[in-house]
């Protein structure tokens, strides 16, 4: 069963997407007085790693934003359809970069349960040895909690990136067709 319909929010655009980015980015360099104290830190990774699949557009945002080239991906699976999980995550891919001895950022692109982040950090601290941080954009109620993030929400984001994946399993999911054609029509409408 998936979440409530009215429950769904969006980044509605790249644009936007970018802007969160940027705010995570300054938070992360500690060049921004707006930023939480407990947010601001100065930061400087050695290596950034998206998180596969929705990590690796905002980790390539903050690969150029902190103007750090050293970009590598891993690859955790857990959810199988909206709201729906697997039993636990599990690393479908290892880190693709040596880690060893750095300081690594981990990017996704929201820590909603928490448990992907959780297992990913794992992953990287045993290999890292260095200071490990983690940003997603958005974090919810997470049982993991990032060094770094850009806002805090209680409703299931849709990225623009993720927009037609998200669409079709509401359009499988929904069984009212009101309700579903006001979702898809928002969704579809969305920059």
Same mark, same amino acid.
């Given at each position: 069963?998936?979440? =409530?319909? %009215?429950?769904?929010? /969006? ?13 995570? /980015? ?22 950034? *790693?998206? $998180? ?12 150029? &934003? ?9 690859? *955790? ?5 909206? /709201? ?19 300081? $690594? &950022?981990? $990017? ?10 959780? $297992? ?12 490990? /941080?983690?940003?997603? &954009? ?23 990136? %993720? ?9 499988? =999911? ?12 928002? &969704?579809?409408?969305?920059?």
């Amino acid at each position: 069963m998936i979440r =409530n319909p %009215e429950s769904f929010t /969006g980044v509605r655009s790249f644009a936007e997407s970018e802007i969160r980015c940027s705010e995570l /980015g300054r938070c992360i360099r500690h060049d921004d007085r707006t930023c939480p104290a407990d947010q601001s830190s100065g930061y400087s990774p050695q290596v950034i *790693v998206g $998180v596969s699949r929705g990590g690796w557009p905002p980790a390539r945002v903050m690969s150029d &934003l902190l103007e750090n080239p050293n970009l590598a991906n891993m690859k *955790v699976e857990f959810y199988r359809n909206i /709201g729906v999980t697997a039993q636990r995550p599990k690393i479908t891919q290892p880190v693709t970069s040596e880690v060893i001895g750095k300081r $690594v &950022l981990v $990017v996704d692109d929201v820590a909603d349960s928490g448990h992907s982040l959780r $297992v990913a950090s794992k992953h990287l601290r045993r290999r890292a040895r260095g200071r490990l /941080g983690s940003a997603p &954009l958005p974090e919810t109620k997470s049982i993991f909690k990032p060094n770094h993030y850009a806002r805090t929400t209680s409703k299931w984001v849709i990225f623009p990136w %993720e927009r037609l994946e998200a669409i079709n399993l509401i359009k499988r =999911n929904l069984r009212s067709k009101g309700k579903t054609s006001n979702v898809i029509r928002e &969704l579809k409408g969305a920059d």
